[in-house]
């Protein structure tokens, strides 16, 4: 988008004519695909409550939302089909590559809302004092930078203040790239109105409490039209996996109250017809009798008949029997476990904490309750550094083997993880790669054709097993056909 950036001019407002008004913004995604699993901009929304609790009036323009029913009469009957469980396509509009892409052989693309109809509905806003903008994969930072040009050419010389996951693992490329007037690290809340002071000069100066329960919860009910919702009962990892930024992200490890938890998903499934809920806990599981299973037991009391999800990778060792049947009966129906790798000595290094023999016991107690296994998919981890071949077919063979489907993740480096620096340390990328280059779907590719060809294989492997566990076939079991794919795996294996 080619955005004609202008001068900044003196921030001034009339602090007594208005009550101060504040335009949250989630972008576009850019990428190579991208797909709606109930995702809204939960920093945001948490913020837009704080902000209206003491007096700011708040304007939200989620370009994500595929339920808004202006853009649903943009966007014509072709993205008006959903799919299971309320999830779907984002409409998509293909763009140039970036030119740290230009060798990737697929169309890149914005996806969300198109263009002209960001435009009219900012057009059609009321100026606002400041604008918050939100950003989460740092590889999706073209997308924020085009946003903010954007939001200048309409509301020009109010100040755009950049926050989110890329603003905190990236703020000095964010400051230098997206070019907002404030980068904020961290926990919005917390640092929100000292940042706009610097603006609005009678913006109150609270103490912002750190249990989450004394702060108010998201605010949903700025959506014209409420489908699907994401709940967070905690915030941060008490773990430190190796491939994970979720402690540089949040401050330490907190959590809701089951009860407050409860009464949420109460008055959006009672008042706002919501049927969708998806657990994005890092540690949902984590000291299960004081949290999550009291939870459950809240949900199945007060009769919410709606479903639940769980996109982030559940613990399977602490799914025991109680657990499991408690799940079923709450209406949980997308289970996501989490397994990385079968090899040991990764498994450790990782800090990983789920083994083949957990994930085994977890799939045989879920089953026990009533969970069909070709209902539960367990993530396997592919092209971390220096991993071998070997490594990642047999953590697939050993998911397959349980009758459950194999859902791939492929690396990405993120910035300040052990992972990170070991692909350094490797010189599998350079210090000063472009972050583009850490999209997972691009990462692979960097590393050669070679490795680009294998991981394409290993989708494809993925897809024949996860073909075969739906048709109730064994593939490790059925001698015939566990030689034919033996065979496969050894064309695999000559790639190396």
């Known amino acids: 988008m080619n955005f004609q950036p202008l001068k900044f001019s003196k921030f001034s407002f009339d602090f007594h004519t208005h009550k ?32 209206r609790q003491y007096g700011f009036e708040v304007i939200l323009l989620d ?13 014509g009957p072709r993205y008006q089909k959903q799919k299971r469980f309320h999830t779907g396509k984002f409409y998509r509009e293909v763009i140039p590559k970036p030119f740290p892409l230009r060798h990737i052989p697929r169309q890149y693309g914005r996806y969300g809302w198109p263009v002209e109809l960001v435009q009219r509905k900012l057009r059609q806003m009321p100026q606002p004092d400041a604008i918050l903008v939100t950003s989460v994969m740092t590889y999706w930072y073209p997308a924020a930078r085009d946003m903010v040009q954007l939001l200048r050419s309409i509301f020009p010389g109010v100040p755009i203040i950049l926050g989110g996951i890329y603003a905190t693992l990236c703020p000095e490329h964010a400051e230098r790239v997206v070019q907002p007037d404030v980068v904020v690290s961290g926990e919005g809340e917390v640092s929100i109105f000292q940042v706009l002071r610097q603006f609005i000069p009678d913006v109150p100066l609270p103490k912002i409490a750190d249990g989450l329960d004394a702060r108010p919860n998201a605010a949903y009910d700025l959506y014209p039209q409420l489908v699907t ?29 089951p009860e407050k938890v409860v009464d949420e998903i109460e008055y959006y499934y009672r008042h706002h017809g919501v049927r969708n809920f998806a657990f994005y806990d890092d540690a949902l599981l984590l000291r299960k009798h004081k949290h999550i299973i009291p939870i459950l037991e809240g949900i199945i009391s007060r009769k919410i008949r709606a479903n639940f999800h769980t996109p982030n990778g559940l613990h399977a060792r602490e799914i025991d029997v109680e657990l499991a049947d408690k799940m079923f009966r709450a209406g949980v129906k997308t289970i996501h476990l989490s397994f990385e790798t079968a090899n040991p000595q990764r498994l450790q290094d990782m800090n990983s904490k789920v083994t083949p023999d957990d994930l085994r016991m ?18 396997v981890l592919v092209g971390l550094p220096g991993q071998l071949l070997e490594e990642m077919v047999e953590s697939m063979l050993a998911v397959h083997r349980l009758g459950i489907k194999i859902r791939l993740s492929e690396f990405s480096p993120i910035p300040g993880t052990r992972e990170w620096e070991r692909a350094l340390q490797l010189e599998e990328m350079p210090e000063d790669a472009d972050l583009l280059l850490t999209n997972n779907s691009v990462y692979a590719i960097n590393q050669g054709t070679e490795k680009f060809r294998l991981i394409e294989q290993l989708r494809f492997l993925s897809r024949i097993l996860n073909q075969a566990v739906d048709l109730g076939i064994n593939l490790a079991n059925d001698s015939a056909l566990a030689q034919s794919i033996n065979r496969g795996i050894n064309q695999l294996l000559k790639l190396k």
């Open 20 to 51: 101060h008004r504040i335009l949250l913004v989630n972008p576009w995604i850019y990428d190579f695909a991208a797909y709606d699993f109930w995702i809204k901009p939960l920093g945001l929304l948490y913020l837009a409550s704080l902000l």
């Open 63 to 75: 370009c994500l939302d595929r339920f808004d029913p202006e853009y649903l009469a943009f966007v």
């Open 229 to 257: 919702m994401p709940i967070l009962t905690s915030r941060g990892c008490p773990y430190r996996c190796s491939f994970c930024a979720s402690f540089l992200v949040a401050k330490g490890y907190r959590r809701r109250s």
């Open 362 to 379: 977890a799939t045989e107690n879920l089953e026990q309750v009533g969970f069909q296994r070709k209902r539960i998919e367990a993530y």
